[in-house]
Nanobody, 128 residues
Framework: QVQLAESGGRLVQAGDSLRLSCTGP????????MAWFRQAPGEEREFVAS????????YYTDSVKGRFTISRDSAKNTAFLQMNSLKPEDTAVYYC?????????????????????WGQGTQVTVSS
């Protein structure tokens, strides 16, 4: 069931930056964890980054460490994914997801089944 809405995806060139946003009703943005996932054409959806409601920790998949930054403004029920130094392999549909549970380990934060609410996704295309 779609509850969240992503925005900000578009066509960019390699090396460019983009900031994705995710927003939803207050009940979908508790103090639990929030995450970004992505799905490239012909691939399974994969974890990108996660952050708990208090922002005390952030978790990233190795391929985006140092380039992507996840953040959130819980008071405004909004989360962000700042993506710098984009590469063609970052091309994918990006999804945000939230959970009422706080995950303090990447093992749990990186699993799709850990999240209850999802958006429909926003397309990011990086040309070489």
């Amino acid at each position: 069931q779609v509850q969240l809405a992503e925005s900000g995806g578009r066509l960019v060139q390699a090396g460019d930056s983009l900031r994705l946003s995710c927003t939803g009703p207050e009940r979908t943005f508790s103090l639990g964890s929030m995450a970004w996932f992505r799905q490239a054409p012909g691939e399974e959806r994969e974890f990108v980054a996660s952050i708990p409601g208090n922002g005390e920790a952030t978790y990233y998949t190795d391929s985006v460490k140092g380039r992507f930054t996840i953040s959130r403004d819980s008071a405004k029920n909004t989360a962000f994914l700042q993506m710098n130094s984009l590469k063609p392999e970052d091309t994918a549909v990006y999804y945000c997801a939230t959970s009422p549970v706080i995950y303090y380990s990447i093992q749990l934060a990186s699993q799709e089944q850990s999240y209850d609410y999802w958006g429909q996704g926003t397309q990011v295309t990086v040309s070489s």
